[in-house]
């Protein structure tokens, strides 16, 4: 085992549990007599350069506890997307603080920072161990069956979608709802989820990796109109066309940017409104409604699945077993096993870090316009217990028979 201290960061977006990944790697951190002091970097890498660190050393068990509980980066997080010279920098603070284990929580571009930065280390022949903790609402990690923070995310979707879809069957018109993921449909297709009767919306599902052209998409709207008076859609902000650029792009007349020079696809709401208006005017659907989830999804409270809870404690309590009775740096990966059991284990920091998972062709109908009963037994377990459920009154046994025509 490795002497010194722990240090534990978040990076990139919050989400439900990823609290409950810090409070695992530093209680399970605290149980070893080969670590010194437990800190927590604010604001992911920012703060790891800035050397603006936390003991977590000194917090007590119960408020950690309370902490876990708590959605959103109790350590605050960063966008920064470290490349080599910013990794050297945070090399040069973990060797002048002593830090032995370096325990990263977050997305793809996280894991690739730890790969550097196990790299520079490797290369000064510094003791270091560095391990990456899965984080990411997108379930877009490759070797993973799933990642924490995507089943309370996709819990939520499923739910809004859900009440959306009741809101829409009382006041019948369509109803275009944008949800995250640039690269990854996996959370938009969670809305299939909150179906219950087989005119439920949503009734189209567009997801990234489907080529989304918009005379069929009219098409789509128009036969689903046509045939229930009504339409819910589903729609991720990474749509695109065949050359590959983003609809967001094709239909705004201004384009926003975000901090990293990407095309603003959701955060505006920009593109729930240009579907709604190419809606409007072209089939002449006079009540169109848009909305876009946004942030609302990451860290919504009272809305968390008990499964990834769990699994996000878990993960970072293995993060640290892998640091302290192994001899190789990794990224911690979720596997599963069974219906429904996984099993955790660590994958070299290269097979993960820079990758981007897609789903899987059996997840998406073959229109392209909905999911498979494939994706619905995947991601059913994945919600936890208590989902709500929906009912209708048997208007079609109980009609009263007309007497004036």
């Known amino acids: ?28 951190s605290r149980k070893f ?7 927590g970097a604010f604001h992911g890498v920012r703060g790891i350069v800035d050397e603006d660190f936390l003991d977590l050393t000194q917090e007590t068990t119960h408020n950690l506890e309370m902490v876990a509980q708590t959605p959103s980066s109790a ?18 603070v973990l060797k002048a ?7 990263y929580i977050g997305g793809n571009d996280s894991s690739d920072t730890v790969r550097i930065v196990s790299e520079e280390a490797q290369k000064a022949d510094y003791p270091l161990r560095t391990i ?12 993973n069956d799933h990642t924490p923070g995507f089943p309370s995310a996709a819990r939520f979707v499923a739910q809004a979608f859900m009440g959306a879809n009741l809101d829409n069957w009382a006041l019948p018109g369509v109803y275009v709802a944008v949800v995250m993921g640039r690269h990854a449909g996996f959370l938009t ?3 299939a989820l909150g179906k219950k009767f087989p005119d439920d919306g949503p009734h189209l599902i567009y997801v990234p990796e489907r080529v989304f052209d918009i005379d069929s998409f009219l ?3 128009k036969a689903v109109y046509d045939r229930y008076g009504r339409c819910v859609i589903a729609v991720s902000e990474g749509i695109h066309d065949a050359s590959g650029a983003p609809i967001a792009l094709k239909l705004a007349k201004v384009v926003e940017h975000d901090a990293h020079g990407n095309v603003q696809l959701s955060g505006t709401g920009a593109l729930a409104d240009l579907l709604c208006e190419e809606i409007r005017s072209k089939l002449k659907i006079k009540r169109v409604r848009g909305d876009t989830l946004g942030y609302v999804q990451r860290s919504f409270v009272g809305c968390v699945s008990d499964v990834d809870q769990r699994e996000a404690r878990e993960v970072a309590e293995k993060a640290v077993q892998f640091a302290m009775w192994g001899s190789t740096d990794g990224s911690v990966t979720i596997q599963r096993t069974g219906f429904y059991s996984v099993d955790y284990k660590l994958m070299p920091l290269q097979s993960v870090a820079g990758k981007t998972r897609h789903m899987p062709d059996e997840f998406i109908s073959e229109s392209g316009t909905d999911v498979t009963d494939a994706f619905r037994l ?11 459920d929906a009912f209708r009154l048997r208007s079609q046994s109980n009609s009263v028979a007309k007497i004036l025509g």
């Open 132 to 143: 990456h903790i899965p984080k990411t609402i997108d379930n877009d990690l490759v070797e």
């Open 33 to 39: 007599r080969n670590v010194d002091l437990v800190y």
């Open 219 to 221: 098409g789509d709207v």
């Open 75 to 92: 350590l605050g997080s960063t966008r920064d997307k470290p490349d080599l010279k910013y990794c050297q920098e945070i090399f040069k």
């Open 189 to 191: 297709a969670a809305s």
């Open 97 to 103: 603080h002593g830090v032995a284990h370096f325990f």
């Open 378 to 388: 995947y991601l059913r377990p994945l919600l936890g217990s208590g989902m709500p």
């Open 1 to 28: 085992m490795l002497n010194g201290k722990v240090l534990v960061a978040q990076g990139g977006g919050p989400t439900a549990v990823i609290n409950q990944s810090m409070v695992g790697a530093v209680l399970e």
